[in-house]
């Protein structure tokens, strides 16, 4: 019954799941409304099932939708690989989607894509950075093919590999009577009050697993979605933060805010995510090898 299943229907239930709207899938596709919309239509009658629940004009992927969802990923991309195996291999082709959470997307996965695109010449990949929830969410979704955080998930969907490290820090301003103290312990954090990342993030998990147990009594004064914003409330008295040394280390060194040493382990991982039933075209392999070989030389 299904053996006429196209990869233009594919392609099409694939935008339709990203997009949950026949017009925002159309547009995507530089398709008519009206091909996009028989291209599902054809597609279910093939499958004999309805593969989305249509709520408010929108198409939410339903149990059916889940179960093609990861065999339609696969054909699309082991249709991409038809093109490499005839050139003898010797170029990568398709479109890499890489989602990376804050730190990692704005200080390490430009040099990393750089010196990628050095070593292999392929040049067609995107960068989605957001909170490390959001972009588990959308890897989970097949919305990216690769995910570079800084937390650990425990999603039973996704595969988890350590790729690199980083130290954390925390900084207040250069006003705050903690700067003159020679030695600061946690006790003299009681009392403090905190500007941090908004949930979801790496770096608020950080703070609240490993420094805010030890702290019997703090406030959150300020909770913000973007480390500069951060930064800048910490250099301006409104409350200490945790966060990336790679991040702050500008703010540090040009004297905006100041590095409190503090009696704890400040190193987290970073971690290379995938989907457990994510096919792995020659083009994600080659990232994947080449992110865990990868050392920031700057």
């Known amino acids: 019954m299904a053996a006429n299943i196209s990869l233009k229907q594919l392609k099409v239930f694939i935008s339709i799941t990203q997009h949950n709207t026949l017009t925002a899938a159309s547009q995507a596709l530089f398709l008519s409304k009206a091909a996009v919309s028989m291209a599902l239509s054809e597609l279910e009658k093939q499958i004999g099932h309805s593969l989305f629940d249509r709520v408010n004009n929108r198409l939410i992927l339903n149990q059916e939708g889940q179960k093609l969802l ?20 010797k170029t990568l082709t398709g479109e890499l989607r890489i ?41 989970i979704d097949y919305e990216l ?14 595969i988890s590999n ?33 500007a941090l990342r908004e949930p979801g993030s790496g770096s608020r998990e950080f703070f609240l697993r490993t420094i805010a147990p030890r702290i019997e009594q703090w406030q959150e ?4 979605n973007t480390t500069e914003a951060l930064i800048n409330s910490v250099a301006a008295g409104l409350g200490l933060s945790c966060l990336s040394r790679l991040s702050a280390q500008p703010a540090i060194q040009d004297g905006r805010v100041v590095e409190l040493i503090l009696p704890l382990d400040m190193k987290r ?30």
Not at 148 to 153: A, C, D, F, Q, S
Not at 172 to 193: F, H, R
Not at 221 to 224: G, K
């Open 70 to 89: 990861p065999l339609a990923d696969e054909l699309l991309h082991r249709a991409q690989d038809i093109n490499q195996l005839f050139d003898g291999g």
């Open 269 to 298: 991982r970073f971690w290379l995510l995938l989907h457990k039933e994510k096919y792995q075209s020659p083009l994600l392999k080659s990232f994947i090898d080449f992110c865990h070989s990868w050392q920031k030389s700057r």
């Open 145 to 158: 093919d690769i995910a570079l955080i800084e937390g650990k998930t425990n999603h039973p969907l996704l």
């Open 162 to 194: 350590q790729f690199s490290q980083d130290e954390m820090c925390v900084i207040c301003s250069p006003d705050s009577p903690l700067v003159k103290k020679k030695q600061i312990s946690l006790d003299t954090l009681e009392g403090s009050e905190w």
């Open 221 to 224: 004064s300020f909770q913000l």
């Open 99 to 139: 989602g990376a959470s804050d730190t990692v997307g704005n200080q390490v996965a430009p040099y990393l894509l750089s010196d990628f695109r050095k070593q292999t010449m392929h040049k067609s990949q995107s960068l989605f950075i957001s909170n490390s929830a959001l972009i588990c969410e959308k890897l």
